[in-house]
């Protein structure tokens, strides 16, 4: 039992490397949705108004294709570590 809990721990955390994540800081009064592409897996992030949230992506990449949504980003992609500031819609690196 022992060896199997050792196990399950050690693909646990190895499933938790496979992961990125970012910060977003929502400065608008307004609740948004990012649509992101994963190596071909869909994740839509909600962003709530007025606050700041780390959002995390399953993947094994170390970064997601923007896919839509209600922001416009400066790039076609994010990457696992960054940090951006939203406003009036648009999001900018911060």
Excluded: E
Excluded at 26 to 48: A, E, R
Aim: charged share 20%; glycine share 8%.
């Amino acid at each position: 039992m022992k060896k199997l809990i050792i196990g399950l721990s050690i693909v646990a955390f190895s499933q938790s490397l496979l992961a990125g994540s970012i910060r977003i800081y929502n400065n608008d009064s307004n609740t948004h949705v990012i649509k992101l592409k994963c190596n071909g897996s869909s994740k839509t992030l909600k962003i709530n108004r007025s606050a700041t949230s780390t959002y995390t992506f399953h993947s094994t990449a170390s970064k997601c294709d923007v896919d839509g949504g209600t922001v416009r980003f400066p790039s076609r992609n994010i990457q696992d570590g960054q940090a951006w500031k939203i406003k009036n819609g648009l999001a900018s690196k911060n």
